[in-house]
């Protein structure tokens, strides 16, 4: 459970490092980042939750 949690944050923490070092390069870029790596991060978990119900589904 606390690797879990710890898992969550570093890779939290790493999303935010890499859009704030894309911004500094150029704003546009950082926001751009960060939007690509957060609609990645929400596929994911949406493919991940609809297996896991066709798991159960299927007994």
Do not use: E, H, Q
């Amino acid at each position: 459970m606390l690797k879990d949690i710890f898992s969550m944050i570093m890779g939290w923490l790493g999303l935010v490092l890499l859009s704030y070092g894309a911004w500094l390069l150029t704003p546009a870029l950082g926001f751009a980042c960060l939007g690509a790596a957060l609609m990645a991060y929400s596929f994911l978990l949406a493919r991940s939750n609809a297996y896991a119900k066709t798991k159960v589904d299927k007994g």
